[in-house]
């Protein structure tokens, strides 16, 4: 199938090349978990320190939000037009920003890579020092927080991990469920 945009009501959707992965949402309850509120210095790389926190913790995987803060230097990933039927999509070069920057909102998944090593994945929402509004896959570990400080909450869990497996519906390589038990 040729990827495309089909128009449902009010939302356009985009219509990926490969087969259909339904259901797409998926639910698990877990017996237990850990909640955290980090709250992360100026100055202080939050990739680098994140990765740190969850160090010698016994969890599968875990989600959060960027509650308030920003930044001064950060890196994020737009999505570009390709010249590919398959893929037509894909992440762009990185754009980075400088001078204070504050976050509006964002989702962070920590997974699992295949070695079984934490692995951080986020979106935000975010507004630069002109006003200018900005949104996309943050790479955490060229995040530099701002003067104020990061305040993140994150919720590990045990029993369930993202882990990351090839989407053949959307050709990229996505964070999807698999039951096991933490490390």
Do not use: W
């Amino acid at each position: 199938m040729q990827p495309h945009f089909e128009q449902q009501g009010d939302v356009r959707h985009f219509i990926h090349g490969g087969e259909p992965q339904e259901p797409r949402l998926l639910d698990c309850e877990v017996a237990e978990g850990e909640e955290l509120r980090i709250v992360l210095a100026p100055g202080t790389n939050v990739g680098k320190t994140l990765l740190e926190v969850l160090e010698g913790r016994r969890y599968a995987s875990a989600v959060g939000r960027l509650l308030s803060g920003g930044a001064s230097h950060l890196a994020y990933h737009r999505m570009v037009v390709t010249t590919s039927e398959q893929k037509p999509y894909d992440y762009g070069a990185p754009v980075v920003l400088d001078g204070y920057i504050t976050f509006v909102s964002g989702a962070i998944t920590v997974g699992r890579d295949p070695q079984d090593k934490a692995l951080l994945h986020c979106h935000a929402g975010f507004i630069d020092r002109e006003g200018g509004q900005h949104g996309g896959h943050l790479v955490l570990d060229r995040i530099v927080v701002g003067s104020e400080p990061l305040v993140i909450r994150l919720c590990l869990f045990n029993h369930v991990a993202y882990q990351v497996k090839p989407d053949s519906e959307t050709h990229f390589s996505l964070l999807h469920p698999v039951l096991q038990e933490a490390v």
